[in-house]
């Protein structure tokens, strides 16, 4: 059986022990926004390496580096994911320049919530979630050297805070953490970093967890 392109390239990253793919995006001609690929997503979902998504325009001038970060998780994966797409970002500034920051998006209340509770408090509720959010983002931030001037934490989903920041920050580049989920529970629960890539219009680097087994995985293969 015919491999598709993106088996084939998922193939080269094992038979090569790559580091990187990179791949050319395209501009829809009418919406003048980024077009990804079916192959585009199977390699975000799938391939073992990271995974650069570039568009076909130069970078702007004192432009940003984003990482878009997930600090209010005590989820160990979660936690190593941050560690590594924070490297990432100190490496990439170093040697090509701009300014690097840190942005996390925080949820906001459920309105089932208050709904259901009549003597919950809302406010109350986003103050805490809000001072979470704060605290862990100054704890990654003091780990890794950053000032707070380059964090941004704001509350809303992912999809709508981080293509925002990376617009008001004049971001040539998002580096985002994808989960590789793949299969029924992909398409039902949904891939927060997939939503926020459909919404960047910068390149974006998109890094797996330590420990990721691709479904590709030659190793794997029965």
């Given at each position: ?80 994911l941050n560690d590594r797409m924070v490297d990432q970002l100190k490496s990439l500034t170093d040697r090509l320049g701009g300014q ?65 920041a990376a617009k008001k920050l004049n971001s040539a580049l998002v580096i985002l953490g994808t989960t590789g989920r793949t299969g ?16 960047i219009d910068c390149d974006v680097l998109a890094l797996k967890p330590a420990g990721y087994v691709s479904p590709l995985d030659p190793?794997?293969?029965?």
């Amino acid at each position: 059986m015919a491999q598709s392109p993106y088996e084939a390239i998922i193939a080269e990253v094992y038979a090569g022990e790559h580091d990187i793919v990179i791949k050319g995006t395209r501009k829809h001609d009418v919406l003048e926004s980024v077009i990804f690929t079916p192959t585009d997503w199977h390699l975000l979902r799938k391939c073992p390496a990271p995974v650069l998504l570039v568009k076909n325009t130069q970078w702007p001038e004192n432009a940003s580096i984003l990482a878009s970060v997930h600090v209010g998780s005590e989820n160990e994966t979660h936690i190593d994911l941050n560690d590594r797409m924070v490297d990432q970002l100190k490496s990439l500034t170093d040697r090509l320049g701009g300014q690097p920051y840190l942005v996390n998006a925080y949820p906001v209340t459920p309105a089932n919530i208050t709904i259901e509770l009549p003597e919950f408090d809302p406010s109350t509720y986003t103050d805490a979630v809000r001072g979470h959010h704060l605290t862990a983002m100054k704890a990654l931030r003091q780990k890794h050297g950053f000032d707070e001037e380059f964090t941004v934490v704001e509350q809303g989903l992912p999809e709508d805070v981080i293509p925002d920041a990376a617009k008001k920050l004049n971001s040539a580049l998002v580096i985002l953490g994808t989960t590789g989920r793949t299969g029924f529970s992909a398409v039902f629960i949904g891939n927060t970093a997939e939503h926020v890539i459909d919404k960047i219009d910068c390149d974006v680097l998109a890094l797996k967890p330590a420990g990721y087994v691709s479904p590709l995985d030659p190793a794997t293969a029965i």
